[in-house]
């Protein structure tokens, strides 16, 4: 559904020259096609040799950065099945957060299945598709090129309709006060 996406990360040769020094589309993945985590590049708060040729995205996809850290993502959001019982959607939800390490990042899908709550100051960008940014008790209709600054609160992205909304997302690990 998607194009290829495609990474450039740059550093420098045993010269001092820069280079490019990955050239390859992200290495890890959670789904596909029509939804899911793509992750692009992660920091631990540690200082960049950017001699060090080492890819930073981790092995597994996880929702939220390490302490101190960030990460850099796309992330599609397929519609709702058309027919999907609250009790599906439930599951479905709680099983994808399982398996990224959040599933206490869902402390209340009261509104929706999906709503859940990171310590993380987050720059998110629609970039294709049409989705909605559900809050406890709000909701924002976005178009492509919308800016969302998530501050830490409890939230979910619905997507209506027939087509995917794709997003690029950096999540920085954050003291968050309430």
């Known amino acids: 559904m998607f194009p ?21 589309p992200p290495p890890q993945t959670l789904g596909r096609e029509e939804g899911g985590l793509f992750e692009i590049w992660n920091t631990d708060g540690d200082p960049i040799d950017t001699k060090d040729p080492t890819d930073r995205v981790e092995p597994k996809v996880t929702l939220s950065p390490s302490a101190g850290g960030t990460k850099f993502r796309y992330f599609a959001i397929a519609p709702t099945p058309e027919g999907a019982t609250r009790e599906q959607l439930e599951a479905g939800m709680a099983a994808a957060f399982k398996q990224m390490g959040a599933a206490h990042d869902q402390p209340d899908t009261t509104r929706h299945p999906g ?7 987050d720059y998110i960008i629609l970039l294709s598709g049409n989705a909605k940014l559900l809050l406890d008790d709000d909701e924002v209709q976005l178009q492509p090129f919308d800016v969302v600054v998530q501050r830490g609160t409890n939230h979910a992205w619905v997507v209506d309709g027939t087509e995917s909304a794709l997003f690029i997302a950096v999540l920085i690990d954050s003291k968050i006060v309430e």
Do not use: A, L, P, Q
């Open 115 to 121: 709503m859940h709550k990171t310590k993380t100051i």
């Open 4 to 24: 290829t996406m495609r990474r450039i990360v740059t550093g420098h040769n045993e010269k001092g020259k820069s280079v490019v020094i990955i050239d390859s």
